[in-house]
Every structure is written in C-alpha cells, then in structure tokens.
C-alpha cells in the first residue's frame, strides 16, 4: 500500500477563515525549525496536564514525531505568542478492518486547546479541518483514541472497538491451555525495535481494529525514548520464537513490587501474530513465581485467557470502555473494503452534519464474503427505498461489528424502515473476531 504523505496537504480553508476572524493564526509548525517545534510539542504537553517535557524527551520527540502533519493555533496577542494556544497532529495509518483486510486511515492525535483559550470553536476548527483535509485527500476514514467520550460524536466519530482490563490471581492460576513447542526468551530492548514492528504489522493483520504502530510508539514501548527513566528501566521484554526459530510475538511488562510483599505483574502489551505466541506469552506472564496478581490493560473483549486455565475465575474483567473512535468520511470505500458473514442486499441512508458522507447506499454482499457498495441519487424516481437510516457516527460504530445493529436500533440510535432488516444486518456485520486495539496513540 502506498502511503499518502499528509504533512504535504495544504492547510484547510475554511478552518483557517473561522479561525482568523477570531485573529487566530492556523497553519502548519515547520518541524525542522527546533524552536517552533519544541514550543509546539510543550503546548501538546500543557494540554494533556503533563509535567514540562525534558530535554531527552523533546530530543526523541524532534526527531521521531517530525513526520507526521502538525498543526497549531497561534494568538499574537498573548505575552508568549510563540507557543500555539491549540495543537493537533495527524498522519496516514492503516486500519484492519477484517481479518487479513485492512484500509487506510487518517490518524489523529494531540488535539489541545490551551485552558486560556478554550469553548471558542477552536477545537471545532481543528477537528473539522482534519476532517476535510483527509476526504478531500480521499482517506476513506479517520480514526482517534479519546480522553473524554463527550468530545467527539459531534463530528460523526463513534466507539468501534472496546479494550478491557483484567486482573488476574496469581494463586488461583493453574494452566490448561496449549503448551506451544517453541520458546519465550528475554529480548534487548535496545536492539529490538525492528523486529517489534515487524512482528506487530503481522498481529495487526489478524484483527479488526488493529491500527499500524508508530515507530514513535515501538520506541515508547520498549523504553527507548528515555532510557533512564524509572519506568524503561522496569520495562522486560520477551519474545516468542516458534518452533521453527521465527518471531511471532512478544511482550513487554514489569513488576512493581513494594518489599516485602510479593509483585504484580503488570503488562503493556501482548503482540501475538499466532495462536502460538499469545498461548504462550500469556502463559510466561501468568506463571511468575514471587507475584501476587497480574494485571493486563487493553485488552480485547473476547480475550481466551480464562479458557486457558482451571479456573476461569481467576481473571476479573476490572474496567471495559470504549477505546478506538473511528468517522466514516467514504461509505462505498469503508463498506466495501471489510469482509461479511452471508449474502445479503440492503439500502441504508446516511446523514452527516458535515456533508461528507451523507446520502443513499445499496450494499450487496455475496457468499464469499465480499461486498459491492453503489450510492444511489435518492431523488431519481425509480431510485429504490431506504431500509435503514442512520447518522455517520452509528454507522462508523457498527463497521468492524463491535456493536449489533439491533442493540442501535433498540437504544433508538437508527430507524428501521424495513421492519427486521437490523437483524439481517446483525447476520452480515458479525465480526469474525471482536474488534480490539491494544494501544493508544
Ligand atoms: C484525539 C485526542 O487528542 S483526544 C484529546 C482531547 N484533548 C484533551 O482532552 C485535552 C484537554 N481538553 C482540551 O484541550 C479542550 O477542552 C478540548 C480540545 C477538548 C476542547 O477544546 P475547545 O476549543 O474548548 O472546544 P470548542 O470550543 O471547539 O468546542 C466545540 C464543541 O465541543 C464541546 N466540548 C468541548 N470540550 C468538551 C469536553 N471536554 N467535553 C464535552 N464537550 C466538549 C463544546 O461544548 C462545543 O459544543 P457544541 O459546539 O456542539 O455546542
């Protein structure tokens, strides 16, 4: 797949217009000017609450994150005008939409306003001009990780795959999952990075909602943007090599331990690009000896692990949330890029208070799987009627089957005009795997 650059877009117009009507500046911060860009990245640090970045950590930043398309707000106004009073960044990524399938995607981050500046329509005008930008630029989606869930269904994003946290006791776990035949041994962090994103593009195949990871965030991962810190120097790294002498997965955990009671494990990420590698990296992590609990955040909602010991009930699904946001920009291209469970033909409408994805669909699935979208001129006379209507942001929520259809229709969140077509549309969304993203970016 041939990766759009989107640092090369030109800036969105009307944004721009909404913006300087307010004597606000818009525009792009110039990444190799090391000045703008350390004082846009310690914008992006004050709108997330974070502590001033460090030197090392603005070094790693100038130099790994410069790629992507990095937005800011400026007000001439204030004392220090060269620090933009809001930030976004964004960068063409890749979704898997079905197993094996994936589509591209535009990625949005470090969307601030400074508290000085906040509830003026700034945040709008980012979130817009993302927006437009990636469907003029022909993204078929865009795609976020969100701080709070209030802020984004206005622009038609919605909740399409949730993470779980388990806890797990230590003292209850007794394995009867697959013993695979290769081996789980400590990786060097240092020399790991390659082979981390290589086997994590493999994994992300196998899963909808798997999202291509930065390098930035291999990097993160395995503690190589900040070697000293606490944190890197707790992080452990094992990977899992099939029987064969091949990569595929790894993990990366620490124990946090407060003498003289045992640890908890507590881990970052499971990459499994096989069966294998995510029975036997689970396995690893839960047999730890001087460990009281386990703890494992974003996890997928189907995860098999308590089908893998005696007792099922030594994992505790302690949180489940929302966790991948995804906004549908073109229908025919979102629709048809996923794989479905059965035949079926069904004509949906569209609203979309921006207008990118607003009209009429016939979407026809065949037995293999695949699916032919058409938009229809709804106003043509013989144009045939809708079956469903639905606002952009449902109708991204329900693409990779995190949701059913029917729960939408019964939470009043989609209208029905065939009756029981939502249950026929339940049939060919059912995912073949739960959604899941294991990271947030
Ligand atoms: C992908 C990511 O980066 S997620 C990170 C999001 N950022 C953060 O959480 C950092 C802290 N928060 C902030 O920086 C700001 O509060 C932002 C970016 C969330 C909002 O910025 P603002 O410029 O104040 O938003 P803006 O004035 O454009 O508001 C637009 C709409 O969103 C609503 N809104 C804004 N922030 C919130 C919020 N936190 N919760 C609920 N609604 C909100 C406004 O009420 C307004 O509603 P309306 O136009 O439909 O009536």
Redesign the pocket.
Do not use: C, D, N, P
């Given at each position: 797949m041939t990766v759009l650059d989107a640092s090369t877009l030109p800036d969105d117009t009307t944004s721009h217009a909404a913006l300087a009507s307010q004597n606000l500046d818009y525009g792009r911060v110039a990444t190799d000017d090391r000045a703008a860009f350390v004082a846009w990245l310690q914008a992006d640090a004050r709108?997330?609450h974070q502590p001033r970045s460090t030197e090392a950590q603005l070094t790693e930043s100038v130099e790994h994150l410069a790629e992507r398309r990095t937005t800011g707000v400026w007000d001439a106004t204030i004392a220090d005008a060269s620090t933009p009073v809001?930030t976004v960044s964004s960068w063409v990524s890749s979704l898997t939409v079905s197993p094996e399938r994936r589509i591209p995607a535009w990625a949005?981050?470090?969307?601030?306003?400074a508290p000085t500046?906040?509830?003026?329509?700034?945040?709008?005008?980012l979130l817009e001009g993302e927006l437009r930008t990636a469907a003029a630029a022909g993204l078929p989606l865009a795609m976020?990780?969100?701080?709070?869930a209030?802020?984004y269904g206005?622009y038609g994003f919605a909740p399409a795959a949730r993470v779980t946290t388990l806890d797990i006791d230590r003292r209850r776990v007794s394995w009867r999952g697959p013993r695979p035949a290769g081996r789980v041994q400590f990786a060097d962090p240092a020399t790991f990075a390659a082979e981390a994103s290589a086997v994590s593009e493999r994994a992300a195949l196998r899963t909808p909602g798997a999202v291509t990871r930065p390098e930035s965030h291999v990097r993160h991962l395995l503690g190589l943007h900040d070697p000293e810190s606490e944190s890197s120097r707790q992080a452990r790294v094992v990977r899992y090599d099939d029987e064969h002498g091949e990569l595929q997965g790894f993990a990366v955990y620490r124990v946090v331990r407060t003498p003289p009671s045992p640890g908890r494990v507590e881990f970052d990420e499971l990459v499994a690009a096989t069966d294998d590698a995510e029975a036997a990296l689970w396995r690893f992590l839960l047999e730890q000896d001087f460990v009281g609990s386990i703890r494992a955040g974003l996890r997928a909602s189907d995860e098999r692990v308590p089908w893998m010991l005696d007792d099922p009930r030594a994992v505790a699904t302690s949180s489940a949330s929302d966790h991948l946001w995804l906004r549908i920009l073109d229908v025919q291209a979102a629709l048809e890029s996923r794989r479905y469970a059965a035949a079926g033909r069904v004509v949906i409408d569209v609203d979309d208070a921006l207008g990118l994805a607003s009209g009429r669909y016939e979407l026809v699935t065949d037995d293999a799987g695949d699916a032919r979208v058409e938009t229809i001129d709804a106003a043509r006379e013989d144009a045939p009627a809708g079956d469903i209507r639905l606002g952009v942001g449902e109708l991204s929520a329900l693409l990779l089957g995190d949701v059913r259809w029917s729960a939408l229709a019964a939470a009043g969140r989609l209208a029905e005009e065939t009756p029981g077509v939502a249950a026929t549309l339940d049939r060919l969304f059912a995912p073949e795997r739960a959604p899941h993203l294991g990271f947030w970016f």
């Open positions: 709108g997330f809001a949005i981050s470090s969307v601030t306003v500046h906040r509830r003026r329509g700034i945040a709008r005008a976020l990780t969100v701080t709070e209030t802020i206005r």
